[in-house]
């Protein structure tokens, strides 16, 4: 396991992240205590030291379980946990981001964590209806009062993120030093705007479904077909991006969660994969990521199956004639460090 620098800060992480949504059963499909702490023993010995968890996460268990995990030894790691999903349904406060949520939650994770602070504390998805000022302040706020470290933000679209830091900054306040989305060889929308923001902000990014909920790591096979996911047909192009990956498996020997996992490691910027895993044996297998190293020829298979349309306005503003009309016809002839 390597380390990284976590985006525009000097935090120190391993090079992998491990998700805890899995640990525990409340929801029907996690671990139990005694699994969870074989997943989280494995990771460890691996050389990682970044725990992801949140206070939604198998109704609290997934965070009293990491507590318990990392008691002995809490200075070692780097622990994120996050806030956003109700903790009470019915009740209009218990959600959202706006900082009476934001402070109830902080301080039920601070106990079931049974720690003194956080180390990464992340919004984990966009309301709408809070004020951005509201919550860079409020987290600021944290921040000085000692109770977290960093803060990063979840599954928001790129221009409130934008504002935010921007606000932040021209503030005095904490920013956004880590994004998560999710991000996969079936999922690659965040090329779009968020990914390009993220290194615009020397933001890490932590990306979630790295093998599109299971869909990349072999599971479902050629002659299954036209089975169905969330009661809609799994897409013909999901699948020829499959047998991609499955074909760079049988030829290199590497499993097609590995193939998968090390795709998106090797995307440019400061990229986090968030490992989950349901069983010690899935755990090992993602691991094995880290000896993949995918050559030019292969990630270029894999970008030309899963290849998305960007749409507007990257597609126009790439256009020949658009470029002719911008640079002069000297694009060519432009060295521009932005675009690395």
């Known amino acids: 396991m390597r380390y990284k620098i976590f985006g525009k800060s000097g935090l120190r992480v391993s090079e992998l992240a491990l998700g805890t949504m899995t640990f525990g059963t409340e929801w029907g499909w ?7 702490k074989k997943i989280f023993d494995a990771f460890v010995k691996a050389g990682g030291n970044f725990i992801d968890t949140a206070n939604r996460y198998t109704e609290g268990t997934s965070e009293k379980y990491v507590g318990e995990f990392i008691k002995s030894e809490r200075e070692h790691f780097v622990l994120a946990t996050k806030y956003t999903l109700f903790s009470r349904k019915n009740d209009p ?45 409020a987290l600021d706020d944290l921040v000085r009062a000692g109770k977290i470290l960093y803060i990063g933000i979840s599954d928001t679209p790129a221009w409130i993120i934008s504002q935010a830091n921007t606000l932040a900054e021209l503030s005095g306040w904490t920013r956004f030093v880590g994004l998560q989305i999710e991000y996969s060889l ?47 047909p799994i897409p013909e192009w999901k ?3 499959v047998d991609v990956v499955t074909d760079i498996s049988e030829k290199t020997g590497y499993s097609p969660s590995q193939i998968a996992i090390s795709w998106v490691r090797q995307q440019k910027g ?18 094995g990521s880290l000896d993949v190293k995918l050559d ?15 749409g507007f306005p ?27």
């Open 30 to 36: 996690g671990a139990g205590k005694e699994e969870s």
């Open 186 to 232: 079936v999922e690659r929308t965040p090329e779009r705007e968020l990914l390009p923001m993220a290194r615009a902000f020397d933001m890490a990014v932590t990306p979630w479904a790295v093998l599109g909920s299971g869909f990349l790591s072999g599971k479902y096979k050629k002659d299954q077909k036209g089975r169905l996911t969330n009661g809609k």
């Open 270 to 287: 400061v990229i986090i994969p968030i490992l989950g895993a349901r069983t010690i044996e899935q755990l090992k297998d993602n691991l």
């Open 93 to 137: 406060n218990f959600c959202g981001n706006h900082r009476k949520n934001m402070v109830r939650s902080i301080e039920e994770s601070l106990k079931r964590l049974q720690v003194d602070y956080i180390d990464l504390y992340w919004l984990h998805a966009w309301d709408f209806t809070t004020p951005v000022e509201e919550v860079m302040r």
């Open 296 to 310: 030019k020829t292969r990630m270029d298979r894999l970008n030309k199956v899963s290849e998305i349309e960007m």
């Open 314 to 340: 990257h597609r126009f503003l790439d256009s020949p004639g658009i470029k002719e009309n911008i640079y002069g016809g000297l694009f060519d002839r432009i060295d521009n460090h932005h675009a690395l």
């Open 239 to 241: 699948y020829k991006i």
